[in-house]
């Protein structure tokens, strides 16, 4: 297994406009980055055409659209194909090889919190699938060399975000500096409501999605996604399917993959916190929110429509080591 590579690139600071790249396309990593991503998606886009299945079809359909957006500077649509990608339903392949493209756009665009844990979890799922541990399907060697490569192209972006901070600084006109964000006020009576344990479900949209993402040091990761929820759901129990892949980066016991059904209760999870923390990190990305809580490990991330309504929220427990 490959040692990790430390980053101190700081939570908090999601410093770039999403719709503009902040770092040169052209910068030698991020240029060989993309030219391995396009060749490799597009040769396995043009196979599934005539053998793979309906829902393999559209994941790579999906990805190499994306990456041509990408390729014509359209980041935000390109961005929206690969969350698209990453969880349509597929038969034969998996779906985490997108995030090394996902990692790759969000440094790209100067989001360095969002793209370095995005390159973790690539590494760490592609490592796991070289070594076998996916059940299902095993790799040809073509593909493990593949994955490989992208695994060193992966690392090396993370040593370019940890040696290049300076590239992610703040860089914006004095007029959006300055300018009020308009999401702050309904953040902040969110988190005041969310501290007292009071109702919830006026700050939420009719169809809001949630996320729950879990690292463990010995249970591994513990990742689980339910759309279409109604406002009211959010002040009771909310029954998620999560799926964790028994596989820790401490020194346990390694455990099989598992699939249950997790009680979700945003309430009942935040009420011990020790501090209820809110930002937006002076972000271009106004719409989000980090709400930090329960030590150095919980968080929740909040994502606003235009109508000042919740329509996304992470829940995310990351091991602090």
């Not at 040593?159 to 702050?184: G, H, M």
Request: aromatic share 14%; net charge neutral.
């Amino acid at each position: 297994m490959r040692k990790n590579i430390l980053i101190t690139v700081p939570l908090l600071f999601v410093l770039a406009y999403i719709g503009t790249a902040q770092v040169d396309p052209s910068t030698t990593i991020f240029k060989k980055a993309f030219s391995f991503d396009f060749k490799t998606v597009k040769s396995q886009y043009e196979a599934s055409l005539n053998n793979g299945y309906e829902g393999d079809s559209l994941f790579y359909d999906l990805w190499y659209r994306g990456l041509k957006l990408e390729k014509n500077k359209h980041y935000i649509d390109a961005t929206e194909k690969y969350e698209k990608a990453l969880h349509v339903e597929r038969s034969e392949v998996s779906s985490y090889e997108v995030k090394f493209s996902i990692g790759r756009l969000e440094l790209l665009k100067g989001l360095p919190a969002k793209g370095t844990t995005f390159l973790y979890e690539f590494i760490s799922e592609a490592q796991k699938e070289i070594d076998g541990e996916n059940m299902m399907w095993s790799l040809t060697e073509k593909g493990k060399k593949q994955l490989n490569k992208k695994i060193e192209l992966a690392e090396e972006l993370l040593v370019f975000a940890r040696d290049n901070k300076e590239i992610f600084e703040v860089n914006l006109p004095k007029q959006s500096a300055k300018k009020d964000n308009p999401f702050r006020k309904p953040a902040e009576k969110f988190l005041n409501r969310l501290r007292k344990g009071s109702e919830l479900s006026s700050y939420f949209g009719d169809s809001w999605t949630l996320k729950y993402y879990k690292d463990d040091r010995c249970e591994g990761m513990t990742m689980g996604r339910l759309g279409d929820l109604t406002a009211h759901q959010i002040d009771s129990d909310i029954e998620i399917t999560l799926n964790n892949d028994g596989y820790g980066w401490g020194n346990c016991e390694r455990k099989g993959h598992s699939s249950y059904v997790y009680q979700f209760n945003l309430k009942q999870l935040v009420k011990d916190w020790n501090r209820y923390e809110i930002t937006d990190g002076r972000q271009m990305e106004l719409h989000i929110f980090y709400i930090m809580g329960g030590g150095e490990s919980d968080y929740i991330k909040i994502y606003f429509n235009e109508q000042n309504l919740i329509v996304k929220l992470e829940y995310r427990s990351e091991d602090p080591g």
